[in-house]
């Protein structure tokens, strides 16, 4: 069976690159990122991927909801961390974009 007039979600590309995390307004570390970004009608588009840092800073933000990546390009992701717990030494975590994410139209170019 069809769902008529249903649109089904669509990958707009990746997001890739280097930036600076940023907690309520202050400068906290160099962030490496690669991120996916997806059309969810009638939502619009979401992101998630992966944030690299050192496994102390990590430490340190993992959790916060306060948080945002300042991309080389000047492009403020807010983001929440998707994984419920860090494990000692890890310097990457799995994070959701809240915030920021080029339209759908602009993806490609972003």
């Known amino acids: 069976m069809m769902n008529r007039g249903r649109q089904s979600m669509r990958y707009l590309g990746g997001l890739r690159g280097s930036g600076t995390l940023r907690c309520q307004g202050q400068d906290v570390a160099e962030a490496e990122y690669a991120l996916d970004g997806y059309l969810i009608p009638p939502a619009g588009v979401t992101g998630s991927g992966e944030i690299r840092m050192t496994p102390d800073v990590l ?18 992701l807010a983001f929440r961390f998707s994984d419920k717990k860090l494990h000692a030494g890890d310097d990457a975590a799995h994070i959701d974009v809240t915030g920021g994410l080029p339209e759908a139209k602009n993806w490609r170019a972003a």
Do not use: I, Q, S, Y
């Open 59 to 76: 430490k340190k933000v993992f959790g916060r909801r306060d948080l945002e990546l300042v991309t080389e390009n000047g492009r403020a």
